[in-house]
Nanobody, 125 residues
Framework: QLQLVESGGGLVQPGGSLRLSCAASGLSLDNYAIGWFRQAPGKEREGVSCISTESGGTYYADSVKGRFTVSRDNAKNTVYLEMDNLKPEDTADYYC??????????????????WGQGTQVTVSS
């Protein structure tokens, strides 16, 4: 059974950076598309960034393009989300998720069945 654990969240000032990690255990992530999603209080969960398997293709929400970078290290069974130039509107709980999806090019929460417990990111001065 695949288990995902996020880490790296915290409090950061606007303009700062954080790197989130999503460590997997139980199964190899080699065949899984991985997504990073976030949910702010009172808002729906939204796709932030997703990375596919075969081509390593990536998806970024318009709101984070140019600031966030997703990457995967299959040898470490870990996926990362580098977040730079953080803004107060990036404040949310961040979740990683995994699913066996071939040539996945979207980033829709409903497409993923395995989820981590989330890590909180607060951007505030």
């Amino acid at each position: 059974q695949l288990q995902l654990v996020e880490s790296g969240g915290g409090l950061v000032q606007p303009g700062g950076s954080l790197r989130l990690s999503c460590a997997a255990s139980g199964l190899s992530l080699d065949n899984y598309a991985i997504g990073w999603f976030r949910q702010a209080p009172g808002k729906e969960r939204e796709g932030v960034s997703c990375i596919s398997t075969e081509s390593g293709g990536t998806y970024y929400a318009d709101s984070v393009k140019g600031r966030f970078t997703v990457s995967r290290d299959n040898a470490k069974n870990t996926v990362y989300l580098e977040m730079d130039n953080l803004k107060p509107e990036d404040t949310a709980d961040y979740y990683c998720a995994a699913e066996v999806l071939s040539w996945y090019t979207l980033c829709v929460p409903a497409d993923f069945r395995s989820w981590g417990q989330g890590t909180q990111v607060t951007v505030s001065s």
